[in-house]
Structure formats: C-alpha cells, structure tokens
C-alpha cells in the first residue's frame, strides 16, 4: 500500500518555463511534508518542506502547495533551469513523531534546453 | 566541513553471504538513519539510531540489522543476503532526535549493494 505516490515516473520541460512536480498521499495523519532532490550517484538533499497548517510555502524558485482536502501537494519550479534536472522525492510524515517517514518513488525531471 | 561519508560506495556479494555497511555522520550529529533505495521502490526507512540507541525500524525482516558507535559512526548489516537486497542504501543524520526531514537532516552518497 503506498501512502505516498508520485505517478509521473518522468517529467520534461522547456528551460524557462514552469515545472510542476505531483504527489498525492493517502494517510490523513501527515501533517508535514518535505520535497528532496536527487542527483545521479549523489544522496537526496532536502530542497523544501511545508506543514499542514499552511497552504504554501516559497523558497526562491521553489514553491510547494498543499491542498489537504484532496491530499495532494505539488512542487513548483519557476522558471526552471538545466540544473533542476534530476530526481525528486516527495515524502510525508507526522510531525509529532520522531520516526520514519515515507518517500514517494520519486519523478525524474528532465530539463530541455 | 565534510558531510555524510559512506563506505563502501560500491560492493559485491553473493547470496546467502552478509554485507557490512558504514556510515560517519557529520560531525556534531548524533542521529543516524538509513534507507533503502530499491529500483522502483524509492526510498524506504530502515533504521534510526540516536545516542546509540536504535528508536526505530522500518519494514524489514530482522536480518537487517545495525548499531550505532559511541562515535555516533554506525553499520549496517545485512545478513543471508538474497538478491532482491540489491539496492543502493542511503544514511543520513541530523542534530538529534527528530525527523529526518527537517531542513538539518543530511545524506551521504550511499552504498551500491549488488548481491548475485
């Protein structure tokens, strides 16, 4: 049973414009919920997260939603460039526990020139 | 500052013969936790260590195992391997007890496990 599914295996986008990252969860106690990047031959890196006591978060280039009803969040990269290229995690949790989170399978982001 | 150093980064056994993974967190760090990458699967939570303590697993048959040192440096141990174990297996750590998702959380390269 996955609780946290990224259903595009694969994303390609035009530099400049927007990249849009989906991620759906089914468990309605996660209540925080990270976004992590993932290089060729490199570990994930945390790139943003965001509770459930807000609708969105920006950081620079990178803003993530989160509608809570539908139990989907997404990433947004504006405007997207050739380093964004790589793998991206989606992963939930509870933030009162100090335990394991889930991770989604993950999309690959593919940046064209 | 280095980051989170694992070792091997690639390494070869064969079934049923156990596997020693090694993981120094960044120093500071007392938390260390370790995931599984499988092909497909993304990423899966193994183990957290903190203070030398295991606080929790995921979901694994026991022949994953692990400890963490007074160095707050851990291992991570495979045994009977079979072939599905082959995954690249990622170690992270953070400041101390909490998720590993908060923005202090780092990983390392990770530990390319191929069992044939």
């Known amino acids: 049973d996955q609780q946290v599914k990224q259903n595009s295996p694969s994303l390609s986008v035009q530099e400049g414009r927007i990249s849009i990252l989906n991620c759906d969860y089914t468990n309605s106690m996660f209540d925080y919920f990270l976004w992590y990047k993932k290089y060729p031959a490199e570990g994930p890196t945390f790139l943003i997260s965001i509770s459930s006591i807000k609708d969105k978060n920006e950081d620079g280039r990178f803003t993530v939603f989160l509608n809570k009803s539908a139990k989907h969040l997404s990433l947004h990269i504006v405007p997207s460039q050739p380093g964004d290229s790589a793998v991206y995690f989606c992963?939930?949790?509870?933030?009162?526990?100090?335990?394991?989170?889930?991770f989604g399978k993950g999309t690959r982001l593919h940046i064209l020139p | 500052e280095a980051g989170v150093t694992q070792s091997p980064t690639h390494l070869i056994k064969t079934r049923g013969q156990q596997a020693t993974l090694r993981c120094s967190p960044i120093?500071?760090?007392?938390?260390v936790y370790w995931y599984q990458q499988a092909l497909g699967l993304g990423l899966q939570f193994l183990l957290w260590y903190d203070e030398g303590e295991e606080r929790n697993r995921g979901n694994f048959p026991p022949r994953f195992s692990g400890r963490q040192f007074p160095n707050y440096s851990s291992e991570l141990n495979v045994n009977a391997l079979e072939l599905e174990d082959s995954a690249l297996y990622l170690c992270?750590?953070?400041?101390?007890?909490?998720?590993?998702?908060?923005?202090?959380?780092?990983f390392g390269q990770g530990t390319r496990l191929t069992v044939v």
């Open positions: 992963a939930a949790g509870e933030m009162n526990r100090d335990d394991k989170i889930i």
């Open positions: 992270a750590s953070s400041p101390g007890r909490g998720t590993p998702g908060n923005t202090e959380a780092f």
């Open positions: 120093s500071g760090h007392t938390s």
